[in-house]
């Protein structure tokens, strides 16, 4: 899991983990239903912890499960930034995620039901994948990869093309999830400007293995 910097005593190492746990047992609600209507003693029961300590890390359930989906957004972003630190190419590093994204619907699916259900809200959240995706968008710009006339709006694109991918490898699982990944990272690239043979070849790049 995604953590800030390490606590400094006992008493701080003793709340970090009260908050993880609260963190994770939202994130552990959002990928069985997407439902936030769970009760604060519904969440601290499954957290382990007392009812009373729920206050003491959230003002709301709203600022929990906020929390949760930023955790999981950085966790995959974590996860790009250790299997993808190879990759020079920005065209290569945006169809690398996406694809890699549909496989670990089926290799860590708790984690992608959370983007599933709430990553809309977050599409550009400062935290997890819209750094990042910037971040490439900007060298491929800079470097003549892309042509980019909005980085806002092609952060949007991204990130709505992934949820919707995520959506579609949910709801048929009977799909070839590795086919319309490479397929739509393909549209992708060539949307950014990138040539269609290149975009078709690249899209289709040996990828990391996950484990």
Do not use: C, W
Not at 105 to 117: F, G, I, K, N, T
Not at 154 to 182: I, Y
Request: net charge negative; charged share 25%; glycine share 6%.
């Amino acid at each position: 899991m995604p953590t800030s910097a390490p606590p400094r005593n006992r008493f701080e190492r003793r709340r970090a983990e009260t908050r993880q746990a609260l963190v994770r047992a939202a994130r552990q609600i959002l990928a069985e239903t997407g439902d936030t209507s769970a009760s604060i003693q519904t969440i601290a029961e499954r957290a382990d912890v007392g009812f009373g300590s729920f206050y003491n890390h959230f003002e709301s359930k709203t600022e929990l499960f906020d929390a949760a989906v930023v955790d999981a957004l950085e966790e995959l972003g974590q996860t790009f930034d250790e299997h993808l630190r190879d990759i020079d190419d920005p065209a290569e590093l945006v169809a690398a995620g996406l694809r890699l994204s549909a496989r670990m619907a089926d290799s860590r699916p708790e984690l992608m039901q959370v983007l599933r259900h709430r990553g809309l809200r977050h599409i550009h959240s400062a935290r997890g994948l819209a750094p990042r995706a910037v971040r490439d968008l900007e060298a491929g710009a800079a470097s003549g990869r892309f042509t980019v006339a909005d980085t806002t709006v092609a952060v949007a694109a991204l990130g709505g093309s992934l949820l919707a991918l995520l959506e579609l490898r949910f709801a048929e699982p009977e799909l070839d999830g590795e086919e319309a990944a490479s397929n739509l990272a393909e549209m992708l690239l060539r949307m950014l400007g990138v040539a269609a043979g290149d975009a078709h070849d690249v899209a289709r790049r040996a990828l990391p293995d996950l484990n």
